[in-house]
């Protein structure tokens, strides 16, 4: 049977794409949740979005979103959520193939969740640059806002970051330790890597309009904690590119690597006149993909910044990048922290060099 395609009629989209011929893997997730919605549905619960923010150019937009079944989370009295344990996250219902109504400058589009419940739709849109609002809605609910930010055709630098021991320390990826930072550990106890929000804001400060998207191998079910941990300690928003930690259509486990070649890949192609500035850390594969990126697309890279883990985090995170890491003609700088990532982009010219007053 052949895929959904655009032309198709949405609900008719819907219908079929859970008809999509799938191997053993997919199909019992899917089995799975759709048990546990049905469950949910049952105990009265409806189906609401929760919005990521996106990021498009002057004529469209990609948005991004999940659908999903979840309790309310008690709040304190000011309005912000009580303490939030990862795990939260994670027993939300994913509602697969949904249909979402999307509202963007004025014009209702409907669009179809893959089988996780994700929504990530690239749809025509004229807005202004800079960060811009729309609507999400499932099933006739509540309008949800959802942020894109919209890069401007004269906009020439960007800044691709990771998060998982880039501006969050997390020793990741063991698999042990990812699930007590995930499921255990109060997200208000997570620490920043030190002088990265400085770092970043001093990017953007000299970049003005330029993008920021965090790239990472984060399930979507952390979504929320993620950018709430970025707010809380004054990351610049940016949008959020993360992924599903369940089973592709043919194999049980996803590849992180693959997730951050591809939307690197993309990102390459949807702005032609963006240069990257790639920030990272050592811990196995950041630098490695980075790297490969840069040989694919040498005049797309502004410079490469790693940050180095310390020895107790690159032994949770499962060791360093390889040694023999292929060389790239774009400066490549390694550091610490952010402060001295910061001095290294100014050494080499990425950032412009402060004289601090009275010295020089």
Same mark, same amino acid.
């Given at each position: 049977?052949?895929?959904?395609?655009?032309?198709?009629?949405a *609900?008719r989209?819907?219908?079929?794409?859970?008809?999509?011929?799938?191997g053993?893997?997919?199909?019992?997730?899917?089995?799975?949740?759709?048990?546990?919605?049905?469950?949910?549905?049952? $105990?009265?619960?409806?189906?609401?979005?929760?919005?990521?923010?996106g990021?498009?150019?002057?004529?469209?937009?990609?948005?991004?979103?999940?659908?999903? @079944?979840?309790? *309310?989370?008690?709040?304190?009295?000011?309005?912000?959520?009580?303490?939030?344990?990862?795990?939260?996250?994670?027993?939300?219902?994913?509602?697969g193939?949904?249909?979402?109504?999307?509202?963007?400058g004025?014009?209702?589009?409907e669009?179809?969740a893959?089988?996780?419940?994700v929504?990530d739709?690239?749809?025509?849109?004229?807005?202004?640059?800079?960060?811009?609002?729309?609507?999400?809605?499932?099933?006739d609910g509540d309008?949800?806002?959802? $942020?894109?930010?919209?890069?401007?055709?004269?906009? $020439?630098?960007? /800044?691709?970051?990771? @998060?998982d021991?880039?501006?969050?320390v997390t020793?990741?990826p063991?698999?042990?330790?990812?699930? =007590?930072?995930?499921? /255990?550990i109060?997200?208000?106890?997570?620490q920043? /890597?030190?002088?990265?929000?400085?770092l970043?804001?001093?990017?953007?400060?000299?970049?003005?309009g330029? *993008?920021?998207?965090?790239?990472?191998?984060?399930? =979507?079910?952390?979504?929320?904690?993620?950018?709430?941990?970025?707010?809380?300690?004054?990351? *610049?928003?940016?949008?959020?590119l993360?992924?599903?930690?369940?089973?592709?259509?043919?194999?049980?486990?996803?590849?992180g690597s693959?997730?951050?070649?591809?939307?690197?890949? $993309?990102?390459?192609?949807?702005?032609?006149? /963006?240069?990257w500035?790639?920030?990272?850390?050592?811990?196995?594969?950041?630098?490695?993909?980075?790297?490969?990126f840069?040989q694919?697309?040498p005049?797309?890279?502004?410079?490469?910044?790693? &940050?180095?883990?310390?020895?107790?985090?690159?032994?949770?995170?499962?060791?360093?990048s390889?040694?023999?890491?292929?060389?790239?003609?774009v400066?490549?700088?390694t550091?610490d922290?952010?402060?001295?990532?910061?001095?290294?982009?100014?050494?080499?010219?990425v950032?412009?060099? &402060?004289?601090t007053?009275?010295?020089?």
């Open positions: 049977m052949p895929h959904p395609t655009a032309d198709t009629p *609900p989209r819907a219908t079929e794409a859970r008809r999509v011929e799938v053993l893997p997919a199909r019992a997730e899917y089995r799975f949740h759709a048990w546990r919605e049905r469950r949910a549905r049952h $105990r009265g619960l409806v189906p609401t979005v929760t919005a990521f923010p990021y498009g150019g002057e004529d469209w937009v990609r948005v991004l979103g999940r659908v999903l @079944i979840t309790s *309310p989370i008690p709040s304190k009295s000011d309005g912000e959520y009580a303490r939030v344990r990862g795990w939260r996250s994670f027993v939300a219902v994913p509602i193939f949904a249909q979402v109504s999307i509202t963007v004025g014009v209702t589009h669009v179809v893959d089988r996780g419940g929504v739709a690239v749809l025509p849109a004229r807005l202004s640059p800079g960060w811009q609002t729309l609507t999400m809605t499932v099933e309008a949800v806002e959802a $942020r894109v930010f919209i890069v401007g055709a004269d906009v $020439r630098f960007g /800044v691709v970051c990771d @998060i021991d880039t501006v969050m020793s990741l063991r698999p042990l330790i990812a699930a =007590w930072n995930s499921f /255990v109060d997200e208000h106890a997570r920043p /890597v030190p002088g990265m929000a400085v970043m804001n001093r990017i953007v400060g000299e970049n003005p330029a *993008p920021v998207v965090y790239l990472s191998t984060g399930a =979507w079910n952390v979504g929320p904690t993620l950018a709430r941990f970025l707010a809380r300690h004054l990351f *610049p928003p940016g949008a959020m993360l992924t599903d930690w369940g089973p592709t259509h043919d194999r049980w486990f996803r590849s693959d997730h951050k070649s591809t939307n690197l890949a $993309r990102l390459a192609e949807e702005f032609p006149q /963006v240069t500035l790639l920030i990272g850390d050592d811990g196995q594969h950041d630098e490695q993909i980075y790297k490969t840069t694919a697309h005049d797309r890279v502004a410079s490469i910044a790693i &940050r180095r883990l310390t020895p107790a985090e690159a032994v949770l995170a499962g060791g360093r390889p040694a023999d890491e292929p060389s790239v003609a400066p490549h700088v550091g922290d952010g402060a001295a990532l910061l001095a290294r982009l100014e050494e080499v010219g950032l412009r060099e &402060r004289r007053p009275g010295v020089g």
